[in-house]
């Protein structure tokens, strides 16, 4: 194929390397991250990582010249069992292609930035060895993301989600026997298992619905089939399905009562709170409901709880923030509110609008937690480390150090 026939028609066939790249960046780092510098792994995932970017720009610019087109790629066959015939298949149309390049733009600067952050943090923790791994943890959640938001099926997308969920689950512990200023501590341990075992209990509610839609919806899990069915089955089971599915949201997208766990998240290096529960694993939830808006256009019953969660979360989760002395718990509190906006949107049916807020909101609160990362570096371990320096000098600052412990 020559490249002036492939711009005119598209480059849908590097839709598989947006998995690929970043599961090569982390079996590479995985295998000789060892024998390698801390730059060349870092170095390693963010090329997996900017190569994933530069698939999901040629991929975006594959569906503006097709007009919006939906187009499918077939990886292999999957499940095949019975009447179930789930093959592994990604889905380019505008709304995959926007979330690429969200999760694949955000990410990539967010690794360029971690390794300057884990350079500082491993030495601050005489760990240096965990290095290599923060950096195979961060590919494992692009390759997870990616599978994520161009699944061509609930499955395909639900194999996404879990993994998003797992290495939520090991970045937030990745200081599992530690706190922020090294100290003994399981509380970032605490903090993780409580994110797993909240997102599990969303996962039932996303399971329950998969299992009815399995049932009732044509005994598929493929989008357009399920969309299909879903004209002629009865309504109360759409809103069964649909309100499930709500549950499924509110434990990935922290909304009440499943937000519990996003402020304790905080634990987690700042990259990760920057890349995971600011810009882009949270935001799992809204791309869900506007993936789903066939279903949820058929009940409006189901579109007002939607709307109405998000509504009163959104208010819920500011005024807690006004009353955080952390830094981090704050944007955390804030990031609550804003995913609220976004769940309000796109449950009164503004996806465009929920999709739009869920962009921008990616890139300023990634921002603002990159931002809290360099100051967290800068005043707290900078108080710390004059402390061994200079006794006499450094008293003020000794108290001021004290002080910000106790307040931790």
Same mark, same amino acid.
């Given at each position: 194929?020559?490249?002036?026939?492939?711009? &005119?028609?598209?480059?849908?066939?590097?839709?598989?390397?947006?998995? #690929?790249?970043?599961?090569?960046?982390?079996?590479?780092?995985?295998?000789?991250?060892?024998?390698?510098?801390?730059?060349?792994?870092?170095?390693?995932?963010?090329?997996?990582?900017?190569?994933?970017?530069?698939?999901?720009?040629?991929?975006?610019?594959?569906?503006?010249?097709?007009?919006?087109?939906?187009?499918?790629?077939?990886?292999?066959?999957?499940?095949?069992?019975?009447?179930?015939?789930?093959?592994?298949?990604?889905?380019?149309? +505008?709304?995959?292609?926007?979330?690429?390049?969200?999760?694949?733009?955000?990410?990539?600067?967010?690794?360029?930035?971690?390794?300057?952050?884990?350079?500082?943090?491993?030495?601050?923790?005489?760990? /240096?060895?965990?290095?290599?791994?923060? #950096?195979?943890?961060?590919? $494992?959640?692009?390759?997870?993301?990616?599978?994520?938001?161009?699944?061509?099926?609930?499955?395909?997308?639900?194999?996404?989600?879990?993994?998003?969920?797992?290495?939520?689950?090991?970045?937030?512990?990745?200081?599992?026997?530690?706190?922020?200023?090294?100290?003994?501590?399981?509380?970032?341990?605490?903090?993780? *298992? *409580?994110?797993?075992?909240?997102?599990?209990?969303?996962?039932?509610?996303?399971?329950?619905?998969?299992?009815?839609?399995?049932?009732?919806?044509?005994?598929?899990? &493929?989008?357009?089939?399920?969309?299909?069915?879903?004209?002629?089955?009865?309504? /109360?089971?759409?809103?069964?399905?649909?309100?499930?599915?709500?549950?499924?949201?509110?434990?990935?997208?922290?909304?009440?009562?499943?937000?519990?766990? $996003?402020?304790?998240?905080?634990?987690?290096?700042?990259?990760?709170?920057?890349?995971?529960?600011?810009?882009?694993?949270?935001?799992?939830?809204?791309?869900?409901?506007?993936? +789903?808006?066939?279903?949820?256009?058929?009940?409006?019953?189901?579109?007002?709880?939607?709307?109405?969660?998000?509504?009163?979360?959104?208010?819920?989760?500011?005024?807690?923030?006004?009353?955080?002395?952390?830094? *981090?718990?704050?944007?955390?509190?804030?990031?609550?509110?804003?995913?609220?906006?976004?769940?309000?949107?796109?449950?009164?049916?503004?996806?465009?609008?929920?999709?739009?807020?869920?962009?921008?909101?990616? #890139?300023?609160?990634?921002?603002?937690?990159?931002?809290?990362?360099?100051?967290?570096?800068?005043?707290?371990?900078?108080?710390?480390?004059?402390?061994?320096?200079?006794?006499?000098?450094? *008293?003020?600052?000794?108290?001021?150090?004290?002080?910000?412990?106790?307040?931790?």
């Amino acid at each position: 194929m020559h490249l002036s026939e492939t711009v &005119q028609t598209g480059f849908y066939f590097l839709t598989p390397m947006l998995v #690929f790249f970043p599961v090569i960046g982390l079996l590479i780092n995985t295998i000789f991250g060892k024998r390698m510098s801390e730059n060349q792994v870092g170095a390693i995932a963010s090329i997996a990582a900017g190569a994933t970017f530069v698939v999901s720009v040629l991929l975006a610019y594959s569906v503006s010249i097709n007009h919006g087109e939906l187009m499918r790629w077939q990886l292999a066959e999957w499940i095949h069992i019975g009447e179930l015939k789930l093959d592994w298949t990604f889905r380019i149309d +505008s709304l995959s292609a926007t979330m690429m390049l969200v999760v694949s733009g955000v990410g990539t600067l967010i690794h360029i930035y971690a390794i300057g952050y884990m350079h500082e943090d491993v030495r601050f923790k005489h760990e /240096e060895g965990r290095f290599n791994r923060f #950096f195979i943890y961060l590919n $494992l959640f692009i390759a997870s993301m990616m599978i994520l938001v161009s699944g061509d099926s609930y499955l395909m997308l639900f194999v996404g989600w879990e993994g998003v969920g797992l290495c939520s689950f090991l970045l937030i512990g990745f200081w599992f026997e530690m706190d922020t200023l090294a100290r003994p501590s399981w509380a970032n341990s605490d903090a993780a *298992k *409580k994110a797993f075992i909240v997102n599990r209990i969303g996962d039932f509610g996303f399971l329950i619905a998969g299992f009815l839609m399995f049932w009732h919806l044509g005994n598929s899990f &493929q989008f357009d089939s399920v969309f299909e069915a879903a004209k002629n089955a009865p309504p /109360e089971i759409i809103v069964a399905i649909t309100l499930f599915m709500l549950v499924g949201v509110a434990g990935k997208s922290a909304q009440i009562p499943l937000y519990v766990w $996003l402020p304790d998240a905080m634990a987690g290096p700042t990259p990760v709170s920057a890349l995971i529960h600011a810009a882009t694993m949270v935001t799992a939830g809204v791309y869900l409901i506007t993936r +789903s808006f066939p279903l949820y256009d058929l009940v409006h019953e189901a579109q007002n709880i939607v709307a109405l969660v998000g509504a009163v979360t959104a208010l819920f989760a500011a005024t807690i923030a006004v009353g955080q002395y952390d830094i *981090k718990k704050v944007l955390a509190y804030s990031t609550i509110s804003q995913l609220g906006f976004m769940v309000a949107a796109v449950g009164m049916g503004a996806y465009v609008a929920g999709m739009f807020h869920l962009i921008t909101h990616a #890139f300023f609160k990634a921002l603002l937690f990159l931002s809290a990362g360099s100051v967290i570096l800068g005043v707290e371990r900078g108080h710390h480390a004059h402390e061994h320096h200079d006794h006499h000098e450094e *008293k003020p600052k000794k108290k001021l150090g004290k002080k910000k412990k106790e307040e931790d």
